[in-house]
């Protein structure tokens, strides 16, 4: 765990850029830190491992006052991860990732094994191992950036807007990967970005701050959208704050009708409800379409995917209706409108 501690940073100029901040990031998690440019984000993080020392307050790892320990000893512990990835131009992709290996002494296979490794693990075709930075899309330099900072297996990752120069389709994945490898790696990762669709995205916590270093609100995307702290936080979330809500409630009380769901043998002669469509499923139990309509359908996984994927699958149909699905693609019931209607006056209440 890291925790701040009432961290003051006030640069020799006098200007304060981080002030009196009191959040912990939890072992294991991913905490984001997001708010407008020169709010402090970089200042906080770079506290973290020492390249800049706080004014005031405590910063501990573990319970550790990080001004105790030194810092080559202390950055060992941490990896680091920056925007454009900061790679060495002139080094090979794996001898960039074994960077940190290579200055902890491992000999150079092993060193070289662990890059080769990772990089598999980042989702980069060990191919590109032999290549220079130049020869690789920016999404790949970013992946590359992420492995070179797992190398020594740190139990802290730092990272510092690492998607934000690349196009909206790459950051995607690169944000679905980086959720993946956590979910593997468990690491204790503090994020920053001034994107709050990607805060609310990674975060599992999220410290919003507000320019001259202060803290707005620290809270799990959830709490955030639901009950922002003030007008900062509730125009620094945006529009669509009603919507995205729904992304974080899930499907697995909505209730579902399975006497809409016919088997594709059985379909002909099956009579259309009066309150609804029948969905024809193949043997197997995929969805075939609606019975008698060739009008397109949409799926959800229930109780996997959010209320949000569910209201979207059923926009999809004309009836109005999602078709709920197992994670097999199997069809396991029908979400009508009136479910859905009822699920989100709950939410609207919740
Ligand atoms: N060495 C310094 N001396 C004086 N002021 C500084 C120094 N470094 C940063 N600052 C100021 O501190 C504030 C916070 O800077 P910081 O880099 O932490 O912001 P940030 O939130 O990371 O911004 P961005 O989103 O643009 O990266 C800014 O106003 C910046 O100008
Ligand atoms: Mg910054």
Redesign the pocket.
């Known amino acids: 765990m890291i925790t701040f501690d009432s961290v003051t940073?006030r640069?020799?100029?006098g200007?304060v850029?981080?002030d009196d901040l009191s959040i912990e990031a939890e072992t294991g998690r991913i905490t984001v830190l997001v708010?407008?440019?020169?709010?402090?984000?970089?200042?906080?993080?770079?506290m973290i491992n020492r390249m800049i020392d706080a004014t005031e307050g405590q910063i501990l790892l573990d319970g550790a006052d990080v001004k105790k320990i030194d810092p080559p000893t202390l950055r060992r512990g941490i990896g680091y991860v920056i925007q454009q990835a900061g790679l060495f131009p002139h080094r090979k992709i794996v001898d960039n990732v074994a960077t940190v290996p290579y200055l902890l002494g491992w000999d150079k296979k092993k060193a070289r094994d662990r890059a080769m490794e990772l990089l598999e693990r980042v989702g980069l075709d060990p191919k590109m191992a032999q290549r220079y930075p130049f020869q690789l899309s920016g999404g790949q330099q970013q992946r590359v950036g992420v492995a070179r900072a797992l190398a020594a297996d740190p139990p802290v990752l730092l990272m510092?807007?690492p998607f934000s120069a690349v196009d909206p389709i790459v950051r995607t994945s690169l944000q679905e990967e980086l959720l993946r490898l956590q979910s593997e790696l468990n690491k204790t990762i503090v994020f920053?970005t001034?994107d709050i669709d990607e805060a609310i995205k990674l975060g599992d916590k999220v410290a919003v701050?507000r320019?001259g270093?202060k803290l707005a609100q620290f809270a799990a995307p959830k709490t955030l959208l639901s009950e922002p702290a003030d007008d900062f936080v509730r125009e620094f979330l945006g529009r669509d704050r009603g919507i995205r809500r729904l992304s974080f409630i899930s499907t697995e009380h909505l209730r579902l009708r399975t006497d809409l769901v016919v088997s594709s043998s059985a379909a002909s002669g099956s009579a259309a409800a009066s309150d609804g469509l029948l969905m024809v499923v193949s043997e197997d139990g995929r969805p075939v379409g609606w019975q008698g309509s060739d009008e397109p359908f949409g799926t959800y996984v229930h109780g996997k995917d959010s209320l949000r994927a569910a209201l979207d699958a059923a926009l999809l149909s004309p009836s109005g209706q999602a078709v709920a699905v197992d994670p097999e693609g199997k069809v396991v019931g029908i979400a009508t409108r009136e479910a859905l209607d009822a699920a989100l006056a709950e939410a609207a209440d919740g």
């Open positions: 940073k640069y020799p100029d200007f850029a981080v708010g407008p440019s020169g709010c402090g984000k970089t200042t906080t993080l770079r510092d807007e920053v001034h701050l320019v270093g």
